[in-house]
């Protein structure tokens, strides 16, 4: 493959640049993936991308390329379908409620699987959190597998998901920014199409990007303008929340105002840190009906039941989402 000429192509800028078809797409991550690209040249690749973005053939056709090299998970037997929580990104400025949304749909009996890094030199990462509130962190699929039959419950690093996937991910360390990889790992799916893939944006024009991959290429799926990166409702201001299925696009949840939510008449009780022990601490006791869950994150937790299934609607689902059906 000529590097150098598709960097020509790539690397003219936003204005100027030439997208990818979506084969040759394909072939060069998946080149990107194997090694098998020069540490020059994928620089240049991964920066050049960055700079321009994916269009959406060469977001299909990167998916493709990861797809195959991820490592495959069965999905549990006489459940509904899995919830997949790609937990990239960490929390910097408050509590990380993403392990709540985990523990809260294991409680409804939906089988939960968390995937994403467990250290982040400037972040405090789900992982930590999740092992601070006592479940184990697996580095296979194999044993992911088995915690999810166990506890309906797990969490699987990135490389015990694709160890490919995770050295790309590995070298936002040398170039000091994120690259495609870290879009595409919150695409990433062992159980092949048979998930709920929840998948959170940061920047608003993704949303379209993201919106128009999930409509074409029919994964079922919700979307939503993530916290801090996480795929989770702010618990300040509830976000838009978009069910995809079969080649549709659904709006289960529409924005809400934080005035909205500052007019309610129950307050919004939240963690006095956002350190692992101090939002662990916090989870227990929401759990333990010591506070109440936030409104944003009962909304997104319905989304969730309706979306694998658990659930018929909305309605049952808002009507069901505080009270816990399946207890480990």
Known sequence: MDYTAIIKEIGRGIKGATDLDEATAYALYAEMLDGRVPDFELGALLIAFRIKGESEAEMRGFYRALQERIHPIARPVGRPL??????????????????????????????????????????????????????????????????????G???????????????????RWRLGVRSSTHTLAKLADPFGGESVRVVSVTHPPYLDKMASFMRSSGARGLLLRGTEGEPYANPRR???????????????????????????????????????????????RVLAGEIPVPAPLLKQLACCLV??????????????????????
Not at 98 to 123: E, M, Y
Not at 157 to 166: F, H, K, P, Q
């Open 82 to 151: 899995p919830v997949l929580l790609p937990a990239y990104n960490g929390a910097r400025k408050q509590a990380n409620l993403l392990p709540l949304l985990a523990l809260l749909l294991q409680r409804q009996g939906v089988p939960v699987l968390v995937h994403g890094v467990t250290h982040d030199p400037k972040r405090v990462t789900a992982a930590q959190t999740l092992a601070a509130l006592g479940v184990p962190i697996c580095t296979s699929a194999a044993e992911a597998q088995a915690r999810l039959g166990e506890t």
């Open 153 to 171: 419950l797990a969490f699987i690093t990135a490389r015990g998901l694709s160890e490919r996937m995770d050295d790309q991910l590995a070298l």
């Open 238 to 284: 509830c976000p838009r929340i978009v069910f995809f299925h079969d080649g549709q696009a659904e709006v289960l949840v529409e924005q809400e105002e934080s005035e909205t939510l500052k007019n309610r008449c129950e307050p919004l009780q939240l963690a006095d840190g956002f350190d692992a022990q101090t939002t662990a601490l916090w989870t227990r």
């Open 307 to 328: 979306a694998a299934g658990a659930a018929a609607d909305m309605l049952t689902a808002l009507a069901t989402s505080g009270r816990p059906q399946f207890t480990q």
